[in-house]
Nanobody
Framework: QVQLVESGGGSVQAGGSLRLSCAAS?????MGWFRQAPGKERERVAD???????SYADFVKGRFTISKDNAENTLYLQMNSLEPEDTATYYC??????????????????WGQGTQVTVSS
């Protein structure tokens, strides 16, 4: 069992930045950030595998950066040039085994409680 605790959400104006953190209680194979806006499906933002390879959704490329401190088992999401459309609850997720499609919520075994990000215009 791995527990995930997110922090770092908040309210910013368009063009601003936020950094999300997710502390994991143990080692994982892949970790990802997802987001869900009211009335919409949960969607993958970015993921990072244990070898350090990363993948991003097209709508955040060039603006968001995912990283992981393996010594601290902490996942980060640096979000720059935020837009009102980025407003959502952001979730950290972890998977324990390899070979899954990391852009799907069903590929992950554990989830954090979510942290709200609100971007005003």
């Amino acid at each position: 069992q791995v527990q995930l605790v997110e922090s770092g959400g908040g309210s910013v104006q368009a063009g601003g930045s936020l950094r999300l953190s997710c502390a994991a209680s143990g080692s994982t194979y892949c970790m990802g950030w997802f987001r869900q806006a009211p009335g919409k499906e949960r969607e993958r933002v970015a993921d990072i595998v244990s070898d350090g390879s990363t993948s991003y959704a097209d709508f955040v490329k060039g603006r968001f950066t995912i990283s992981k401190d393996n010594a601290e088992n902490t996942l980060y999401l640096q979000m720059n040039s935020l837009e009102p459309e980025d407003t959502a609850t952001y979730y950290c997720a972890a998977a324990m085994t390899r070979g899954r499609p990391w852009d799907r919520p069903s590929s992950y075994d554990y989830w954090g409680q979510g942290t709200q990000v609100t971007v005003s215009s």
